[in-house]
């Protein structure tokens, strides 16, 4: 019975926090902050292998920064770049580059514009984004089976 509850706690959260990612209310709809802490969904290959089309990352914003972090930061109130910090510049902008990219990135990123780190990758919550369908019918029937 502890087995299912936990499943079913694992399940809930995971619904949740993809839901974040798709519903993003601050900063003019790029990104929803929590406790300084971001849910974000990969949607270029330019960080291929270490970050794959269609995974699911969680970013926190620090106040330090270095060389080989994996950084999300803003393009203009654009739209969101989470691309590898290369070289540090003057402790206020960064080279950045994506890991799949032949070039560095033609700007640098100044320490304001970075949203955060990638601290961690999501494995499950790309399986249940991507089968959405299955993981509504599994709670479902969870459900009426307790």
Sequence with gaps: MRKIIKILLML????ILSTVVFYKTTNDGLLTKICGV???QVSSGSMENELKIGDIILIK???EYKVNDI??????N???????IIEERNGNSFTTKGDNNN???????SKDNIEGKVIYKFKLLKWLYKYWYI????????????
């Design 135 to 146: 993981t509504i019918i599994v709670v479902f029937l969870i459900l009426i089976l307790l």
């Design 103 to 109: 070039t560095i990135d033609s700007k640098s990123v």
């Design 61 to 63: 914003e620090c106040n």
């Design 38 to 40: 971001s849910v974000l």
């Design 12 to 15: 809930i959260f995971s619904i």
């Design 71 to 76: 950084i999300t930061y803003n393009v203009d």
């Design 78 to 84: 654009e739209y969101l770049v989470t691309h590898r």
